[in-house]
């Protein structure tokens, strides 16, 4: 049931996502980049698997421990949500300079040359 309920979360959040890229704002756009690169990340987490027992508390045990959770999913997320958090503060440090420099950031209208 779990995996229905976040196959569906998924599926909400890249629509979400591609719907703001398809925008003519550039901070939606941005946003829109950042919510499918979330939206993998949890795709990769979900795709890693829920269950099983934490790694650290088996380790060493004897006998039965049962399926222990792949910690290496858990450490690429992690690594691509810092990598992402970094990504996207410089596309919204160039958004504000692109507003700066132009006074819009509506995509059509930079197209067009701006207001300079």
């Given at each position: 049931?779990?995996?229905?309920?976040?196959?569906?979360?998924?599926?909400?959040?890249f629509a979400l996502g591609t719907?703001?890229?398809?925008?003519?704002?550039?901070?939606?756009?941005?946003?829109?980049?950042?919510?499918?690169?979330?939206?993998?990340?949890?795709?990769?987490?979900?795709?890693?698997?829920?269950?099983?027992?934490?790694?650290?508390?088996?380790?060493?045990?004897?006998?039965?421990?049962?399926?222990?959770?792949?910690?290496?999913?858990?450490?690429?997320?992690l690594t691509a949500i810092v990598?992402?958090?970094?990504?996207?503060?410089?596309?919204?440090?160039?958004?504000?300079?692109?507003?700066?420099?132009?006074?819009t950031i509506d995509l059509f209208?930079?197209?067009?040359?701006?207001?300079?």
């Amino acid at each position: 049931m779990t995996q229905f309920a976040l196959a569906a979360v998924l599926g909400l959040l890249f629509a979400l996502g591609t719907f703001l890229v398809l925008r003519r704002d550039i901070v939606r756009v941005v946003w829109g980049v950042t919510i499918i690169s979330q939206s993998a990340n949890v795709y990769l987490v979900t795709m890693g698997g829920l269950s099983g027992s934490v790694p650290i508390l088996s380790h060493g045990a004897h006998g039965d421990v049962g399926a222990v959770t792949d910690p290496l999913v858990q450490a690429l997320v992690l690594t691509a949500i810092v990598i992402g958090f970094g990504t996207t503060a410089f596309a919204l440090v160039l958004t504000y300079r692109v507003h700066q420099e132009h006074g819009t950031i509506d995509l059509f209208e930079l197209e067009r040359g701006g207001d300079t």
